[in-house]
């Protein structure tokens, strides 16, 4: 079955500065890499997703790319705030049921004014 | 609009005793997940509900874990009886069946804690 792998597991970084969270995937089936955000004590929620058939997508300070051939997707943000403080979860369908996704286990990020 | 609702947000319990989740999707949602996050691990995937069918149960630990979607609204998980390793929080998640975007929209999850 699929096996999402995430990295960093903690990420330190200054107000302004970019931050980069790396997934790899291991079923070249799946087509869909979503993101979801969890700040402390609140519900996890999509920031954005990508599908297998474009590369990169952009929204405001957050990106995210996908390289199909070496089954890996990052999530880029720039000029980070203190707003930006999360765990964020990459995530990857399965190719099973409707909102089967196996997640990586979460990057924990801390933007430091 | 409501968003989903999960009770009771933290439960504690001793081994072998009974708990009950409940989860209240987004009105409209006849998708339905339950999920689970043990501390510093992946949210796992434990199954999913089309309005009061079971439509993906692989991801479910073990017989000791019962899911019901009566009538296809809430939903319930029970653990009985419950062990150790079953701490952790567990999310309810819905979406969408006609015009899934692959968006799961999350309740905030309810936290169990075995004693």
């Known amino acids: 079955g699929e096996n999402v792998e995430q990295h960093p597991s903690t990420l330190s970084v200054q107000e302004g500065d970019s931050a980069v969270i790396k997934c790899t995937y291991s079923d070249s089936a799946s087509n869909y890499f979503p993101w979801y955000k969890q700040e402390l004590g609140k519900r996890p929620q999509l920031i954005i997703d990508i599908r297998s058939n474009v590369g990169e997508k952009k929204d405001q300070r957050i990106a995210v790319t996908l390289n199909k051939t070496a089954k890996h997707f990052s999530l880029h943000i720039t000029e980070t705030q203190p707003e930006d403080s999360a765990v964020y979860f990459c995530a990857a369908s399965s190719g099973g049921s409707q909102g089967n996704l196996i997640f990586g286990k979460g990057t924990k990020l801390s933007v430091k004014p | 609009e409501a968003g989903v609702t999960q009770f009771p947000s933290h439960s504690v319990i001793e081994k072998g005793q009974t708990v009950t989740l409940r989860c209240d999707p987004i009105s409209g949602h006849d998708n339905l997940y339950w999920y689970r996050r043990v501390m510093g691990k992946e949210i796992k995937f434990l199954l999913h509900f089309v309005k009061e069918s079971k439509q993906d149960e692989s991801g479910m630990p073990n017989n000791r874990f019962l899911a019901e979607r009566t009538g296809g609204t809430y939903s319930t998980l029970k653990v009985q009886p419950a062990e150790l390793e079953d701490s952790g929080v567990y999310f309810c998640?819905?979406?969408?069946?006609?015009?899934?975007?692959?968006?799961?929209?999350f309740g905030e999850g309810s936290r169990l804690t075995v004693l």
């Open positions: 998640a819905s979406s969408l069946l006609r015009g899934f975007t692959g968006e799961l929209f």
